[in-house]
């Protein structure tokens, strides 16, 4: 295969090769459009006849797309696709970092805790993919990347074997499996057909290797590997790990048993499986065994260990000694409240962060309790939280963390990239610090989704070092996180969620402890409805949404309010977010004759259904109009010249104060080396700024510099801000969390560039 280094595809530059295997290579490039790095994967078919690659690109770009449509913290995202010379290829995010089989040659294998907590995360981004009808096929070590901060991440869904498949039915004549056998399930080898079971297996046999150290079939050839697997038992895991719980065992063994009917039935049930590991149980014999495994983890004979486990060891009885003080001073029941909050390093192996097994206890337990500190002369002072939802405390010299809930991959990234961005300009702006303390940002990506809003919820849930949490991006994340981070006591305060029943009273979608910079799209709706009305002259006009309740309400309250003024809605339709054909929508809509259509929905359907409309008999010079959703440069290149004409409501940037324009507008390109690329980077500017002002106004600080940030009291002073001067307007919170000081305009491309001119404005 040629070398591509120096290279590029399309907008990619090719600057390295980061690995390379029989049937694609991986190479790092530079994306020009985005201004950052990405992978990008070049299948290798050199061995293809004319037909089999005719036939295969067209199996590659179905596979690619379903790929594409994935959204899951814990999944790689599939960003784009293309060709290069006969050759598909995917570009993904760049992850620095290395991956389970690496951490695994490593250490040799890993305490069934650590195993349990990095594979948590994988069976839950698998069960999401077989809810999306993909199946990975190819689950295995070297495919679950651990990144820089610990996070394992499942990669490769097994697209290049889409491609192997077709050379080997066109080489072969027969369906034989190709994949690596070792992990692969009996039914793949088979050439039986494999279903979401097959995976169930595969994570089997990754769970096996990594409290064993070695797989449950071990041969020197492919071929030995799969007459070993045909004829002989699975091994039982305590025979290679005697301290092994049998709770642990039993999940491994059904988990991996040969008929797929026997096994877990979905991968929700094995994830259910794997949760209930994580919950101490068993006698006083079981938990010594546990403590003894934990302690003392040596590698299999096959795999040479580098790292010894004696520091596991001498902290365990470090542990033990400090929890009899606690037993002594009466204090153990209370001893949540001294490690709540504070950054306990994470152990490492070789560098390398893995997820340690410490109790984690509900800041609730905080309340009335001790905290104890010491002074500079090393005189022990103790001060009391009566916080009814707990503190955070925070030592000495330890950041104060602040995490964020966005959209940063896939089609919608730019919202939630434009608004991290807009937070690390307020964090340069205060010095990088709050209260003499760094600031920690970082955070997880919702993908824009209820799945990513879940995943990502869940895992800062249960965090208790984070203060407060900026986030999300979009409604559908924030209604499957808030519940999680409400109840674990959090602040979040989101920069650009709209939708009406987030703040409203009695809505069950208005959970404790949630606030928003972003107006509310009853004015958005409003602003929509007046400016068809009186602006554009329209009479008649149709709606389109997309199922979120962020576009049905919004819709909604521009169909109400248009009506109100006298005019006519001919249509309230939807799409699916993921639909690529829309004719037969727009072809119902035309029948109506509409002057106008309104739909705020998200891209990619957004620019799928400018581009549509434009060749829709009946609707040529219709008016389209969107919303703040769409508010993006990826729409000039989704929607291309049709794009020219399109208008769109979101926030009027005139209307902020002289210091959006004059100081965070240059210091965002001097930083960011570009324009805005969204439109609430001020927003969360702003979040950032109240956020830090009620910690400020909150935080008790010790004399040694310790702080104690009282869940309740930061909620209650965030709550309580009043005429805070913000980028975006004076900001002033309603009792259910509505502080915008909202200023709609609508914006209109003119030329297929970015950013689109303004050309009419509700307050002025």
């Known amino acids: 295969m040629t070398n591509l280094i120096g290279q590029s595809l399309g907008r990619y530059h090719i600057l390295e090769q980061l690995g390379e295997g029989g049937m694609a290579t991986v190479y790092k490039a530079y994306d020009t459009r985005l201004e950052c790095e990405v992978a990008v994967k070049v299948i290798r078919t050199e061995k293809f006849t004319p037909e089999v690659l005719a036939r295969a690109l067209k199996r590659f770009e179905r596979e690619a797309k379903a790929l594409a449509r994935l959204t899951h913290a814990n999944i790689v995202k599939v960003n784009d696709y293309g060709e290069y010379e006969g050759r598909p290829y995917l570009v993904m995010p760049y992850l620095p970092g290395g991956n389970l089989k690496q951490l695994l040659k490593e250490h040799g294998r890993l305490p069934w805790q650590e195993a349990v907590k990095l594979l948590l995360p994988i069976a839950r981004a698998l069960d999401y993919a077989h809810s999306q009808n993909v199946i990975h096929r190819d689950v295995k070590p070297s495919n679950i990347l651990i990144t820089a901060s610990g996070d394992p991440m499942l990669t490769d869904f097994g697209v290049a074997k889409i491609i192997e498949e077709e050379i080997t039915v066109d080489l072969t004549g027969t369906g034989m499996a190709v994949g690596t056998p070792e992990y692969m399930a009996p039914e793949q080898v088979s050439s039986k057909g494999v279903d979401h079971r097959t995976d169930i297996y595969s994570l089997g046999v990754v769970f096996y290797e990594m409290v064993t150290g070695r797989r449950p079939y071990e041969a020197d050839t492919p071929l030995a590997v799969i007459a070993m697997r045909a004829s002989e038992p699975l091994p039982r895991p305590k025979q290679f790990v005697s301290a092994l719980p049998d709770r642990v065992e039993q999940v491994l063994l059904k988990a991996l048993t040969k008929k797929p009917e026997d096994r877990y039935q979905s991968m929700s049930e094995l994830t259910k499986a794997l949760e209930k590991l994580t919950v101490v149980s068993g006698g006083k014999a079981e938990q010594k065994a546990v403590r003894k495994e934990q302690a003392f983890a040596p590698a299999s004979p096959s795999r040479p260990k580098k790292t010894a486990w004696w520091p596991w060891a001498v902290g365990g009885i470090a542990t033990v000694l400090i929890l009899g003080t606690f037993l002594a001073i009466g204090l153990l029941s209370k001893m949540g409240q001294i490690i709540s909050g504070s950054t306990v390093p994470a152990k490492t192996l070789e560098g390398r962060p893995v997820i340690t097994e410490a109790p984690t206890i509900p800041s609730s337990t905080l309340e009335g309790s001790p905290i104890i500190t010491k002074t500079p002369t090393g005189a022990i002072e103790t001060s009391t939280c009566n916080d ?69 919820g869940t895992k800062l849930a249960a965090d208790p070092t984070i203060v407060a949490v900026i986030g999300t991006s979009c409604s559908s994340e924030a209604r499957a996180a808030l519940p999680m981070l409400s109840s674990a006591g959090f602040a979040m305060v989101s920069p650009s969620n709209t939708a009406p029943d987030l703040t409203e009273a009695g809505n069950s979608n208005n959970c404790p402890g949630y606030l928003r910079t972003a107006h509310n799209d009853l004015v958005q709706g409003a602003a929509a409805a007046k400016f068809a009305w009186e602006f554009l002259k329209v009479t008649k006009a149709a709606t389109i949404h997309d199922g979120s309740l962020y576009a049905d309400k919004l819709q909604q309250v521009f169909a109400e309010e248009f009506k109100k003024m006298g005019g006519t809605i001919t249509l309230q339709t939807a799409v699916d977010p993921n639909q690529t054909d829309m004719s037969s929508v727009l072809a119902d809509i035309a029948t109506g004759q509409p002057e106008m259509i309104y739909f705020p929905i998200f891209l990619p359907a957004g620019g799928l259904i400018i581009r549509q409309a434009k060749i829709t008999p009946g609707l040529e010079n219709t008016y389209l109009i969107g919303a703040d959703g769409l508010f993006s440069p990826d729409l000039v290149s989704s929607a291309g010249n ?57 935080a008790v600080v010790d004399a040694d510099g310790t702080l104690h940030i009282g869940r309740q009291a930061l909620r209650d002073a965030l709550f309580a801000t009043k005429d805070f001067k913000g980028l975006t307007g004076n900001l002033t919170c309603t009792p259910t969390g509505d502080c915008a000081d909202p200023h709609i305009a609508v914006y209109k491309y003119n030329v297929a560039q970015y950013p689109p001119r303004l050309i009419w404005q509700l307050n002025p």
């Open 642 to 698: 049709d794009v020219v004409g399109f208008m769109q409501t979101s926030p009027d940037f005139t209307a902020f104060g002289s210091d959006y324009n004059d100081k965070f507008l240059p210091a965002y390109k001097a930083k960011f080396g570009t324009v805005p690329i969204s439109i609430f980077h001020a927003h969360s500017y702003d979040a950032f700024m109240m956020i830090k002002a009620a910690i400020e106004k909150v």
């Open 388 to 456: 009814p939802l707990g503190c955070v405390t925070i030592g000495p010299y330890d950041p104060i963390h602040i995490a964020y809930l966005l959209v940063v991959a896939g089609p919608n990234e730019t919202l939630g990239i434009d608004s991290r961005n807009g937070v690390e300009i307020a964090i340069d702006d205060v010095g990088g610090k709050i209260l003499n303390h760094a600031i920690k940002f970082d955070g997880e990506d919702g993908g824009c989704s209820a799945e990513g809003g879940q995943a990502a």
